[in-house]
């Protein structure tokens, strides 16, 4: 086979010691591995000739490589892809009873670069890489052999892709219909997937969706940042006596009211900015018996490490604030950029400023339709805590 070879010198790179990703400052960036082009399925092998297996490479990319399998000469074909889709599909049919779900984890599912989320006979599937973009095609033959969705569309625009030289576009590339029907614990909710944040719906909070749902009964709920409403009209199903969803997107509270009125429940929608309108709520004396708040992500890179850290802590404490005696808090960040102790510990400092006294009653993460690789625990982005307040 004529595929061209990386080498990986001796050193520290953790690709030797298993990790699917191989640094640009770790490999021998000559001119014969320059002249590469973007994207192009390579070997990456040591000095003395050691198979570390196929990757695809970017010499544009901090992260230059990203493994798809740990032996060389590996043919990424559509078989490939059918092997690895079937796998994942398997997982998740073992898991869920109906077909909602996160279908590719990227990493987490060994398919670099790539992200499905499955709405029924709807795929929403995200590239991130040019390497998985140059396998677009063969991708999606796969996804016919295994899937067969009547409808696929690309939603080719995470700000990321432009770490890759990648542009942003959104595209139908089969059937039609970007408003679609989301089923989640037992929930009906809608969610636009050509317009909507990411793929549209956020699958990774599912299970954190249903332990809030489990505590609601009765209680009044604050569901800030609440996007579509995926807590809120979930404990709203669940009997709150009262939910606010919180957002300052007015589209997001619009798909949240539509599905509200699916579920036959209400909620009361604000369009407003949350730390404003924290302040607001405290300044009336309202409180409520549950608080969570699900963020953007406040560290969007690494250099925004303590500012960010700073904004999850005075959330934290506004959002004790408005808790009322008792009362549960979750606190959510889906930034990979900050580890979870130290998110932990911000929110720790948060609740000591609030002056409230709190247990933490559950830690948890993406549900697991997010699978990690084991080597890659920053690709554990989301982290929730939930507390009890004295
Ligand atoms: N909890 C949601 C997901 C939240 S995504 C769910 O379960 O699906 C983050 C949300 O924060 C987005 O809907 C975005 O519109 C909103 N947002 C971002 N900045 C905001 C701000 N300053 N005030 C209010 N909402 C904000």
Redesign the pocket.
Known sequence: MSRKSIILPKGRARARAGSPWIFSNEIRMDEAAKSIAPGAVINVRGEDGRAFGTGYFNPKSLIAIRLWSDDCDVVIDRDFFAVRLKRALALRSAIYDKPFYRLVHAEGDALPGLVIDRFDDTLAVQIGTAGMERQTETLLQALEIVVKPKTVILRNDAPSRALEGLDSHVKTVKGEGRRIAVEENGARYFADLAEG?KTG??YD?RDN?AFIAGLAKGKTVL?A????G??GILAAKAGAKEVVC????AP?LAIAEESARANSVTIKAVK????EELERLKAAGERFDIVLT???PFVKSKKDLEPGAKAYRKLARLAADVTAPGGVMMTASCSHNIPPERFAQECAQGLLRAGRAAAMIRQSGAGPDHPVHPLLPESAYLKAIAYVLD
Do not use: H
Not at 225 to 228: A, E, I, L, P
Not at 272 to 275: I, Q
């Open positions: 944040q719906w956020y909070q969706r569901d940042y609440s996007y579509t995926g807590f919180l957002d300052s997107s997001a407003a900015d949350v730390f699900d963020p953007p």
